[in-house]
């Protein structure tokens, strides 16, 4: 689902006469085209549509021109950047009907999205990255630490990203998440990590970028065992039942994507009223019929196919979703140390 590459789409429609456009700026999948073909027809606004991810949507925002309306950062990537480059205007909860979201995922976001008691963002959806297994070829694969077992050498994919990082942290009996603010002790941490993956490098079969690349690995056989994303999982269970998501012994990390308004937008309206249409029931579960990813919509569940409602009954135990490691508001001089620490497991041999 995830691509990390820009990719520009723009959906055309019937034009309505004298209503401004909305520039959307995304993650592949958070606009099917058919949600946006309705949306047009009920509002008269078309919709453009640029697709990213998360370390390329703030140098888009803070370009001069920066052409977009609504964003969908993650929520741990709102206000260290609101403090740091002033990328979002607050959202006015007034204009959002408040009443379409689940409130314990609304509050959670709010909190972790406003500097003060001013919010930048709502919740959109959720999910986690934990292991991407085939069971019938690595049974024992049940936390990150598979990922340096030699007993699957040549068989193990992962992205070099942050999250690799910071699972492996985890798999260690660390919290990572509890020395954000002590930026030493997380680089002496996260250092710990990343020695791990320098020296298993040999067991590595692929660095996967894109989700597609990861789903043709596993169900090809390249790939065994590989750390990704719950609905990839999912998905590939519904081809080989064999492969499926697994929830780490350590717990899986949890991430929220969400709506917030860049400074610059001009179609504040049509923001608004996307915000409001993605989150009525029947269009967040029609979002999720096709992506798997659980939505912030309070009601979408009594819309969403059995085999999504399984898989999500199946993954999200009670004890899964008390041990889930929600990802908090990270800054910027921690990403530049991660970004630091990756560059040298690129570059070593």
Not at 43 to 57: A, C, F, H, K
Not at 331 to 339: F, Q, V
């Amino acid at each position: 689902m995830r691509l990390f590459l820009l990719l520009l789409f723009v959906v055309w429609s019937a034009p309505a006469q004298g209503a401004e456009p909305l520039r959307l700026l995304t993650w592949q999948g958070y606009a099917p085209p058919r949600l946006v073909e309705r949306f047009t027809q009920e509002t008269g606004i078309n919709v453009s549509v640029t697709y990213s991810n998360n370390e390329e949507m703030i140098p888009l925002l803070r370009a001069p021109d920066a052409p977009f309306d609504l964003v969908q950062p993650s929520q741990d990537r709102i206000a260290g950047a609101q403090k740091a480059y002033g990328l979002y205007q607050p959202i006015d909860l007034s204009r959002v009907k408040t009443e379409l979201f689940d409130p314990v995922l609304l509050s959670a976001t709010l909190h972790h999205t406003s500097i003060g008691t001013t919010p930048y963002a709502v919740p959109f959806c959720w999910g986690t990255s934990g292991l991407i297994v085939n069971t019938a070829k690595a049974p024992d694969a049940t936390d990150y630490d598979a990922l340096l077992d030699p007993a699957y050498k040549g068989r193990i994919s992962y992205r070099l990203k942050r999250p690799t990082l910071i699972a492996l942290a985890f798999s260690l009996g660390e919290n990572p998440f509890h020395l954000y603010g002590s930026p030493q002790h997380y680089e002496d941490l996260i250092t710990r990590a990343a020695n791990l993956l320098m020296t298993s490098k040999p067991l590595v079969a692929m660095y996967w970028n894109t989700a597609d690349e990861l789903r043709r690995a596993l169900l090809d056989g390249t790939v065994h065992v590989a750390m990704g994303w719950d609905n990839d999982g999912w998905a590939l269970n519904d081809q080989n039942p064999d492969i499926t998501f697994v929830v780490p012994a350590s717990g899986a990390l949890g991430w929220m994507d969400t709506f917030a308004i860049p400074e610059k937008a001009t179609n504040i309206d049509g923001a608004y009223a996307w915000i409001n249409f993605m989150m009525r029931p029947e269009n967040a579960a029609a979002f999720s019929n096709l992506e798997f990813f659980p939505t912030a919509s309070r009601h979408a569940h009594r819309y969403l196919d059995d085999r999504i409602r399984v898989h999500h009954t199946r993954t999200y135990t009670q004890n899964a979703m008390a041990n889930i490691k929600w990802y908090p508001p990270v800054s910027d001089e921690l990403e530049s140390i991660e970004a630091k620490i990756l560059d040298s497991i690129r570059r070593a041999r």
